[in-house]
């Protein structure tokens, strides 16, 4: 790195404290209401606790027994955030001495702005607070940017620090410092907690830290917290590190101080050297980073069969059943997915923003319901997954029938694959739409002979397994496998499988160097690969017939021609490859018998070829790790 890294040849540790011994882990006798992201929405979240009795007309606790969660993101974007914050907090007093409670989890925006990383803080949320500053204080502070600024014009230099220092600001960061009234009762809370049978968190829980307890997570969290928050202290005492850098500018600045520090002092080391040592350090630590539980978005956003690993292997562990995030916004309903194993309750509170409405999850008398404002009780929505739906704005059965059915308008050679297969464009009711044709059949009519000859069959490349792919997909609800029909183009027989438009393949995002941005990793997605593969004994996966989509890095199957072999083991390339298995894919699986398999792929398979999928899911159970190993 630059001259400072190289003036520190030692890292030194600031001392840390643990997290307090407060409890993490409650029973709540009566009613749970919980809420996700009110970003400063103060009124319709303040109807909201009204409807639900919560609060009283004056804004006193009025629930009794009951416990109150919040999800994290109280503030930021909002012009309430301060009586937000500052309501929750007199509710907390109240409601226990009424024999209640009140929680909340820390939401990565509540760490931003006490970390002094204040990019989403609206004009309103800084004015909110001009009444805690002095006019003596920003002139005080004005003349600190002079200093680094000298040689800028004074007219134009106290333009730009009323551009970057508005009013409020002081006042904000004094009420958000660890002695502030605010930041003091903000540094305190968890990132995790447990009431009855939910766990709460901002984001979501990550594969690395799936197996943590939530004590684990909430010491590790405030770790990071207290060792940054003193660093900065430090940095501020010494002179060198002023209110007003913003966040990310940080580590620039001070990289600059400390390269005239050395031009200066020679061979000399500052004592504010350790604590700058710290907040490069910080890069890494567990509570900035994108898998911390009030980050992750991979449990609201990523393939269920793979996430449910993750969640369910954290929920067992942690003596629960249910995990509620927010973070990530719905389109304004709260949503349960992984079969009920999490439910999003972000629904975008803050309308002006994210259009949503005001919602509450209630648990009582052991049923859980949603409250959404002026509008009262209702069940979660189930989540709802469709590839065609995403890639054609069909159903299944729709875009089955169009390319079955749509006019032929165009064929042209794609120019790749051994077989030479073709890009067909179809065209129905004022619609175009592209497929790849494939027509090579090796060894025609396997799929009704009365035997089955393993030594031939088996090395057979059939169109024809393509369709059997996208059914069995399906049978599993995957929605990996794009649909795939028989048809005849131009006199071949063949199947038609949907075009995956705005996708990359695997191939070409590595030779192109393009990053994979995604918020769900490459390896995880890749365990339904494995399992998928496996299950078909696909002997040609390979980097072009695995895509991406190009906005999110979701992964995609094409190419199942060489799949369906009878053996009872797995393909070569699988043969070591760990499988994890979540229970949710495994009542998927568990579900495939002879009898549907038959109904679904007789068509298109040999009852041999049948038998062996069946088996080859038996070896999956066999020999893969589930979640609560």
């Known amino acids: 790195m630059r001259l400072l890294l190289r003036l520190i040849a030692i890292a030194l540790c600031v001392s840390v404290l643990a997290v307090p011994g407060q409890a993490q882990e409650f029973t709540a006798p009566g009613r749970v209401v919980a809420f996700g992201d009110v970003h400063g929405a103060y009124d319709d979240w303040v109807a909201l606790l009204r409807e639900l009795g919560v609060i009283d007309n004056q804004n006193n606790w009025s629930g009794g027994n009951a416990h109150l969660v919040s999800v994290g993101d109280l503030i930021d974007r909002g012009p309430g955030s301060r009586q937000v914050v500052e309501l929750l907090m007199q509710l907390e007093q109240q409601a226990q001495a009424a024999g209640g409670a009140v929680h909340l989890t820390l939401g990565n925006h509540e760490v931003m702005v006490l970390t002094g990383d204040l990019r989403y803080v609206s004009p309103q949320e800084f004015a909110s607070f001009a009444d805690m500053e002095t006019a ?6 004005f003349a600190e940017y002079r200093r680094f600024n000298p040689d800028v014009d004074a007219s134009a230099l106290r333009a730009e620090f009323d551009r970057k220092v508005p009013p409020g600001f002081i006042g904000l960061k004094k009420a958000y410092a660890p002695d502030g009234h605010l930041g003091k009762w903000l540094i305190r809370q968890p990132l995790v907690v447990k009431v009855n049978d939910k766990a709460y968190m901002h984001g979501g829980i990550a594969s690395a830290n799936s197996t943590e307890t939530i004590g684990s997570l909430n010491e590790k969290a405030a770790s990071d917290l207290k060792g940054y928050l003193d660093a900065l202290e430090a940095l501020e005492a010494a002179g060198v590190m002023p209110r007003f850098v913003p966040f990310h500018e940080r580590l620039d600045f001070l990289n600059a101080r400390a390269e005239e520090f050395a031009a200066a002092n020679p ?20 509570l900035f980073g994108q898998d911390s539980p009030n980050w992750y978005r991979g449990s609201s956003l990523c393939h269920p069969y793979s996430e449910a690993f993750n969640t369910e292997r954290f929920l067992k562990k942690v003596g629960a059943s249910q995990l509620v995030v927010g973070h990530t916004p719905t389109s304004g309903d709260v949503v349960q997915r992984m079969g009920g194993r999490v439910i999003r309750l972000d629904t975008g509170m803050l309308k002006s923003v994210y259009k949503g409405r005001a919602s509450a999850l209630v648990s009582a008398g052991g049923e859980t319901w949603v409250h959404y404002l002026g509008t009262g009780r209702a069940e979660p929505r189930a989540e709802q997954r469709s590839l065609s739906q995403s890639t054609a704005s069909m159903s299944d059965g729709a875009l089955e029938a169009f390319m079955e059915r749509g006019e032929i308008v165009n064929v042209q050679d794609i120019g790749t694959g051994i077989t030479k297969p073709k890009r067909v464009t179809l065209s129905a009711n004022g619609e175009q739409r592209d497929a790849v044709f494939k027509y090579e059949d090796t060894n025609p009519g396997i799929e009704s002979r009365s035997s089955y000859n393993r030594r031939r069959n088996d090395k057979s490349d059939r169109f024809i397994y393509d369709v059997a ?9 995957l929605q990996l496998v794009p649909v795939s029909v028989l048809r005849k183009v131009r006199g071949d027989e063949g199947a038609l499988g949907d075009w995956l438009t705005g996708t990359i393949n695997e191939r070409d995002r590595m030779e192109d160097e393009v990053p994979f941005n995604s918020y769900c990793k490459k390896n995880e997605q890749y365990r339904l690969r494995f399992i998928f593969d496996i299950l078909i004994y696909n002997e040609d996966r390979n980097l072009t017939n695995i895509l991406w989509t190009k906005d999110d890095f979701m992964m995609r199957f094409i190419d199942h021609t060489l799949a369906f072999r009878t053996r009872d083991d797995r393909p070569k390339q699988y043969r070591k490859v760990p499988i994890l298995l979540s229970d949710l894919f495994a009542e998927q699986l568990q579900a495939l018998n002879e009898e549907n398999l038959t109904t679904q792929l007789g068509p298109y398979l040999h009852p041999k070829q049948i038998e062996a999928i069946v088996e080859r899911r038996d ?3 066999k020999e893969a790790q589930r979640t609560g190993e």
């Open 136 to 141: 003596a204080e920003r002139e005080a502070l």
């Open 267 to 286: 061979k000399e080391r500052a004592e504010w050297f350790t604590p700058l040592q710290v907040l490069f350090d910080a890069q890494e630590y567990f």
């Open 469 to 477: 792919a996208y059914k069995l997909d399906r049978m599993l609800d």
């Open 619 to 621: 070896l999956i159970f």
